[in-house]
């Protein structure tokens, strides 16, 4: 809207929402056993701060679980807070982007959220205008496209964008 970004943007990269519980904890099968006992707290990203929380609620919604849950529901600021919730215990389970569960050793990532329950996940890149290092901003968009970056981001659980 302010005409800040000078090229055509690019999906780069693609994420996925995963279910996380603690290590050790009752692992459920599908998201329909979130309205079972063992799950008094399930944590999100707050929708009105986070995309994390905007796709997590999507997800329950578009599968009948919202209103089933939503009393258990804890907000959390980010996907970083929300995680925290369940390390430490403050939550039973919690909808997060797959990079970010990955990346912890204390919980147990459950991929069990259809991606088709919420809109996909892209990270888009650009140039912007008035770039003090135009050609070296030209050069870094072409790396994030290339096939070194794509091996990293791949390591940490990104997809490349269709």
């Given at each position: 809207?302010?005409?800040?970004v000078?090229?055509?943007?690019?999906?780069?990269?693609?994420?996925?929402?995963?279910?996380?519980?603690?290590?050790?904890?009752?692992?459920?099968?599908?998201?329909?056993?979130?309205?079972?006992?063992?799950?008094?707290?399930?944590?999100?990203?707050?929708?009105?701060?986070?995309p994390?929380?905007?796709?997590?609620?999507?997800?329950?919604?578009?599968?009948?679980?919202?209103?089933?849950?939503?009393?258990?529901?804890?907000?959390?600021?980010?996907?970083?807070?929300?995680?925290?919730?369940?390390?430490?215990?403050?939550?039973?389970?919690?909808?997060?982007y797959?990079?970010?569960?990955?990346?912890?050793?204390?919980?147990?990532?459950?991929?069990?959220?259809?991606?088709?329950?919420?809109?996909?996940?892209?990270?888009?890149?650009?140039?912007?205008?008035d770039?003090?290092?135009?050609?070296e901003?030209?050069?870094?968009?072409?790396?994030?496209?290339?096939?070194?970056?794509?091996?990293?981001f791949?390591?940490?659980?990104?997809?490349?964008?269709?």
């Amino acid at each position: 809207d302010r005409d800040l970004v000078r090229s055509e943007p690019i999906d780069l990269l693609t994420n996925r929402l995963v279910l996380v519980v603690r290590k050790n904890a009752d692992q459920p099968d599908n998201l329909q056993d979130l309205t079972g006992p063992a799950f008094a707290s399930i944590a999100i990203a707050d929708p009105d701060l986070a995309p994390a929380g905007t796709y997590g609620r999507q997800a329950l919604f578009k599968l009948d679980l919202w209103d089933q849950i939503e009393g258990r529901l804890v907000f959390g600021p980010d996907v970083s807070a929300t995680l925290a919730y369940v390390e430490s215990g403050n939550a039973d389970a919690a909808l997060v982007y797959e990079t970010d569960a990955r990346a912890l050793s204390r919980v147990s990532v459950l991929d069990i959220v259809p991606t088709d329950s919420y809109s996909t996940v892209v990270y888009p890149a650009a140039l912007v205008h008035d770039a003090p290092n135009e050609n070296e901003a030209k050069l870094f968009l072409e790396f994030l496209e290339g096939p070194r970056a794509s091996k990293v981001f791949r390591d940490l659980g990104f997809q490349p964008a269709p």
